[in-house]
């Protein structure tokens, strides 16, 4: 499918629909991490939000739910098993019809890359849609509450080294993340994990690649694991035993790392896999940071394109 | 079940529950429809609906959800399938503990002719049941905003040709609807389909048949297309393709129609089965605008019969 | 699983938990039956409430959610089947991930004794813990419910015959009961039923033993009749048959008890079996009364954790 990256702006560059990283200016990235800090509650009451999950998800669709809820906007969950979706009707069928029940916004998370880009081509200029990841695509809002985490944290993105470690070829997150780490200009971008699992175009990514844990994390400001998928091992012929031992963050091997790391994780984590239960709940963990940035970040993105669509 | 028809009545003739077309009066339709304009939203804070879909549904599922949300109410969406019901508990004891819990309306779906209105004789004075489609005798939410819908398009109900095609047999939706017309006194209510798709008791419907679309949708201002089940099919003998080159609406055949005709449709659509995309997204076509009006109409039928019940 | 009882109540000895009934005093639960007269609506707008029911339950947690949403609270079902628990997240890294989101209260039921008290134990000092059911241990918010609606009819706890009647020995509802009926000082407690499904240390619960109906329940002022499960009849080797045959509530077995004997049940009801219709819906029933008082007491018990633990 051919991404269409443009659709997310309106005449004026302003943002109407939330569904990639790529094409924000630094600005307009800083800008929504202010946002959070200030966007307030019960601000959207009369708007309605549907959440459309194709793929199954907690973390993320709750998030959304609360932030929605937060918002003061009637929110409806689609359930999609039970839809005529699963009954032949299509996609665009589907959204015309939620579209004619006068919702405002689309939440979208589906297994195929470019479904929300698909979407938000269909729907009239009365409706944004926010990408709650496609396929191995993109998980733009997970990148936003990251970088939001990272600022809480460190003065300055420009001076900072950032680690990401795992599986980056089928990561939505991890892409959606050198994206931005990128467009903010921070000073090294490692990558670490298996050969195997790295993506091909790695040469125009703009990172560093390492296929050793220690190495990758040298003198890291930031290092971010992602959650390991055992299908994805399978394929990759390797077992979880070998990868932990090789790519599982301890407290040994994160001592490579700055003293004042921060160590993130988009959750949930699997314990003694990709990380120990030593790091996840130890001093240099900010994973509960990230959940909570996430509702504040979500508020700041609906209530932004909200605004812009109107 | 022997459905009893009046119940629907208080004492000074107001309607309390909202379970059929037949006894009401042109006015009280009109009225109907001239609230859904002008329902406030928020106006029943404080209230407390509760949907018993014994059936799915996605579409009048969602559109009452968001309906009840933007009148304000408290809405609960019982899961029937883990329900006490489905472990013994009979329908009764479960809508009388709903209505211990203080809920002051039921919105019931249920696959067996006559159950919304068994509830509403078995609840006490202060609830409200309104049928959501009950097997296959009635869908009167649907048939109203399908009134809704003609009178948006069409000055007046008394010089309409309307033709209704399909399985006007099993449907619910064609019985509301030719109940509906005939108490707005529409000139000419056609009925379009296979023989044995056809009710025995033709003669008393008020209706013209015809077994060929082009003659019964000729000089049709309205053409109302019912959805093909694809079960039903079978069990008259007729394969899709058959049906599709009978009885499917194209471009082609609605030539036969007035000019400016509306094309309507309950949804959601079989696309090249009962008609086709270039005349469901055609001009002729407000299948979407049926969608909006349920949600007008339903705030409008909410918010009348809970005033009229306290 | 050590069961830790103190742990709801603050150093002000104030309770912040409400996890079972034990350690309450009589005046403790005689202010939160009083409270679920006055408790306000929307009194607790801006706060959120997350429901974790591990087991499924319609009208406990149709209670709560409504009881939760007319106190206008953000209220979130956490879908445990779809969950990250289900793919291998532990329970603490789904609170800790929920409490990041700034819930303020879960309400929690759990097929395993114990589970609500551990989260409790778990969770920082900003969020309170309902147990909704937790195994054969407890169901503190039942025995509330129960111990509101015998107050409404009844003038003096203290010079009350109470009769609970079934399968004591793995009712978590018998077991609050027990305990509030003893705290509040009844005059007697009889306990009914198989002698192999009453608990072993019968003689530590200050209750008086009974494998006769009629017996039991002589010159009782309140009857409570449990729901019979049938796993556990067929363990205990009693068909239902011969269950209602020497247990089942009839018109006439209710002769022995007073005239003005109430009958309760926490439902759903198995009609002709532990009760017979003729005295679930006759004149001495409260059950309906016990589903409202639901609403009630767990308005009150959310509202005065929230207020205690800020």
């Known amino acids: 499918m051919n991404i269409n990256h443009n659709i997310q702006f309106n005449d004026?560059?302003?943002?109407?629909?939330?569904?990639?990283?790529?094409?924000?200016?630094a600005q307009q990235i800083l800008e929504i991490l202010e946002l959070a800090d200030t966007v307030k509650s019960k601000s959207l009451d009369g708007k309605t939000v549907a959440s459309l999950f194709f793929e199954p998800s907690t973390r993320t669709k709750t998030t959304f739910e609360l932030a929605a809820k937060r918002l003061?906007?009637?929110f409806i969950n689609i359930d999609i098993a039970n839809s005529s979706t699963s009954k032949g009707e299509s996609i665009v069928d589907m959204i015309k019809t939620l579209e004619a029940m006068q919702c405002n916004m689309f939440v979208v998370r589906h297994s195929t890359s470019g479904i929300?880009?698909?979407i938000a081509?269909?729907?009239g200029n009365k409706i944004s849609v926010i990408n709650a990841g496609d396929g191995a695509h993109a998980h733009p809002t997970q990148a936003m509450l990251d970088m939001y985490t990272i600022k809480k944290y460190k003065t300055n993105f420009k001076d900072l080294n950032v680690a990401i470690v795992g599986d980056i070829l089928h990561s939505r997150v991890a892409k959606s993340l050198i994206t931005s780490l990128n467009i903010l200009r921070v000073k090294n971008i490692n990558i670490v994990g298996p050969k195997n699992l790295m993506p091909?175009?790695?040469?125009?990514?703009?990172?560093?690649y390492s296929d050793k844990l220690e190495e990758g994390i040298d003198q890291a400001d930031v290092i971010i694991m992602l959650r390991l998928q055992k299908e994805r091992m399978r394929e990759a012929l390797i077992s979880t035993d070998d990868y932990y031992k090789e790519f599982g963050l301890t407290k040994n091997k994160i001592k490579s790392a700055k003293k004042d790391v921060i160590?993130?994780?988009?959750?949930p984590i699997n314990r003694g896999i990709e990380i120990d239960s030593d790091v996840a709940d130890g001093p240099n963990s900010v994973i509960l940071d990230q959940?909570?940035?996430g509702i504040s970040i979500r508020?700041?993105?609906?209530?932004?394109?909200?605004?812009?669509?109107?």
């Open 12 to 25: 004026d560059k302003k943002l109407i629909h939330f569904l990639n990283i790529q094409n924000l200016s």
């Open 72 to 74: 003061g906007v009637d």
């Open 116 to 118: 929300p880009h698909y």
């Open 121 to 123: 081509e269909q729907v």
């Open 200 to 208: 091909e175009n790695i040469d125009e990514l703009n990172v560093i």
């Open 263 to 267: 160590v993130m994780h988009p959750g």
């Open 291 to 293: 959940v909570s940035a």
């Open 299 to 310: 508020m700041a993105i609906m209530s932004l394109i909200l605004k812009n669509k109107s």
